[in-house]
């Protein structure tokens, strides 16, 4: 039997009460994904709570300390499906320690707007199977997507 492989994923806004911009990062590997923009985060380990792997991937990966806010709900229990062996659970954040910097897995962090149209946003090479998230979180926040 397959088991799912569980990712989770922060959503990092400028500021949960008012959100304005989203942190990218710009992934190193795996070939197939590098170059890509994904939301920062990783595998839940065994026995580990998902919230707590979050702050633990943040930590490790952008250096940074976080309040998590809602979770952006995906289509299924497990969020939402990567490929056939994945599923990340998302949530929104925001900084409370830290300046976040490419410490891990990524070369490239960007703040983006998620006003105006959200152009940047949606014209980066994002993971393909992030897309349908960057749309869920462009509503959740109340911009139009298109
Ligand atoms: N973190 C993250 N991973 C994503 C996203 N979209 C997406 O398809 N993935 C995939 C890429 C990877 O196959 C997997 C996450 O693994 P990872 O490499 O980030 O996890 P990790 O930091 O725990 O990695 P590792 O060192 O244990 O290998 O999910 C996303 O937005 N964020």
């Known amino acids: ?14 500021s949960l009460q008012n959100p304005r ?11 197939a994904y590098a170059g890509m923009w994904e939301f920062p985060g990783g595998k839940v380990e065994e026995g580990e709570a998902h919230e ?22 995906g289509p299924t229990p497990a969020g939402w499906p990567l490929n056939d062996r994945a599923a990340m659970r998302v949530w929104l954040a925001e900084l ?15 703040w983006v707007a ?22 869920a979180l462009l509503a959740a926040v109340g911009r139009k997507t298109v």
């Not at 911009?21 to 070939?31: E, M, Q």
């Not at 490790?60 to 309040?67: A, K, N, T």
Request: proline fraction near 10%.
């Open 1 to 14: 039997m397959t088991v799912l492989k569980q990712i989770v994923g922060g959503a990092i806004v400028d």
């Open 21 to 31: 911009r989203l942190l990218a990062g710009r992934r190193t590997a795996p070939v």
């Open 52 to 73: 707590a792997a979050l702050h633990r991937e943040l930590h490790e990966e952008l250096g940074v300390g976080v309040r998590l806010g809602p979770e952006l709900p």
């Open 96 to 110: 409370v320690r830290g300046t976040p910097a490419p410490l891990q897995d990524h070369d490239e962090l960007r």
């Open 114 to 135: 998620l006003h105006g149209g959200a152009g940047e946003l949606l014209a980066m090479p994002w993971i393909p199977a992030d897309l349908p998230i960057v749309h």
